[in-house]
C-alpha cells in the first residue's frame, strides 16, 4: 500500500506517523514542525531573550546535537548567538571519539567550541580515577552520581569562561520522566521540588539554565538526527550499565507501552508538584568552601571532591553525606576552581 499523503504540505508523500498525535508528515514537514515546537517552547517560557550569549551543553550524542542544530537554525529568530561547551569527562575509549563528533559539528556548522576537562577543574580528577576510587572491590555503581554533579560544575564554569549569559542542555521528555521517576524511587523530595518546569532561572549567581527540548520525545529527536542527516555520536558510555538510570528507562518504556502519554504526564506532573511546608527542603544557604549554594556546609560538588580527596567518596553519597560535614579539612586538599551555585545530578 503506498504512503500516505503528507497531512501538511499535501504535496509529498508521508514518511512518517508522529509518534504522539498520529499525524502522517513527509520528512520537510515533520523537521519545520519540531523547529516550530521548540521555537515555541523558547518563546513561550521566556528561555532565552533577544541579545542571549548561549553556551549549548555540547555532548556529541544526539540530543545536544539535535539542540545545537535546531537553535542554530532559530538563532536569527530569536536574536541570540551559540558558542558550544564540551565536557571532557577523563573517561577513556569514550569521550575522545564523542568530542571528535562535537568538534565536527562545531567546524561544519560554524559555531565556537570550547572543552573544558574534570582533570583541570577538579584538582586532576577524571571519571576514570573516580570510578577506581569508587569501585572497591567490584565494579562502581556511583560513577554517574558523581559524573552528574561535576559535569553540571564543568559546564557552568565553561559558560562562564565564554561569556554565557544562559546555558541550555539537550535534555529531551524521555530524559526528564526518567529523572522524576528516578527521584521517585529514591524518595528525594528536594529534587522532585527543584525538578520542574524548563529550567532554573539562575539562582544564586548560577547562569540561567533550560532544556528547550524539555518536550520533545526522545524518539522525534531521532526522526530529526535522520531527517537532517546530522551526524552524531551513539556508543553508550563505559559506565551506563551500572547506573541506576537504567531502570527507571526500563520501567517507563513499560509504563509507556501501556500508557502512551505517560512520559509527558510524568514530565507535567513534576511542573505540578507541590511539597507539603513539612517535606520542603529548608532555604539553602552559601557552600563554606567555594560560596555556591549549598543545602549543608558543602554544596555537592564540594562534598564529593572532599570524600574523593579523603580516601572515602562514599562519604559524600547519601546519608553518610552528613559525616563528610562535620569532619575536618581534607588529608591532601587539591586546587579546585569551583565558584559556582549547587548543581543537581542530570544523569
Ligand atoms: Fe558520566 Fe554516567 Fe553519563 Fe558516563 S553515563 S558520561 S559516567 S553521567
Known sequence: MPAPQCASCHTARAALRRPRSGQALCGACFCAAFEAEVLHTVVAGRLLPP??????????????????HVLRELAPRLGISLHLVAVDEGIGGYRDAALAAVRRQAARWDLPLTVVAYADLFGGWTMDAVARSTAGSGRSRACCTFCGVLRRRALEEGA??????????GHNADDMAETVLMNFLRGDAGRLARGGGLGSPGEGGALPRCRPLQL????????YAHFRRLDYFSEECVYAPEAFR?????????????????????????????????ARPPPPGACSRCGALASRALCQACALLDGLNRGRPRLAIGKGRRGLDEEGPPREPQPSRLTTSEPVPDF
Open 246 to 278: 537504567g531502570h527507571a528507562r526500563d520501567l517507563l518504556k513499560m509504563l509507556e507501552a501501556a500508557r502512551p502519554s505517560a512520559v509527558l504526564d510524568l514530565v507535567h506532573s513534576a511542573e505540578r508538584l507541590a511539597l507539603a511546608p513539612a
Open 216 to 223: 520533545a520525545s526522545q524518539k522525534e529527536v531521532v526522526l
Open 51 to 68: 541579545g542571549a550569549v548561549v553556551a549549548v551543553g555540547a555532548s556529541g550524542g544526539k540530543d545536544s546535537t539535535v539542540l545545537a
Open 160 to 169: 562562564r569562561l565564554v561569556g554565557a549569559t544562559h546555558v541550555v542542555t
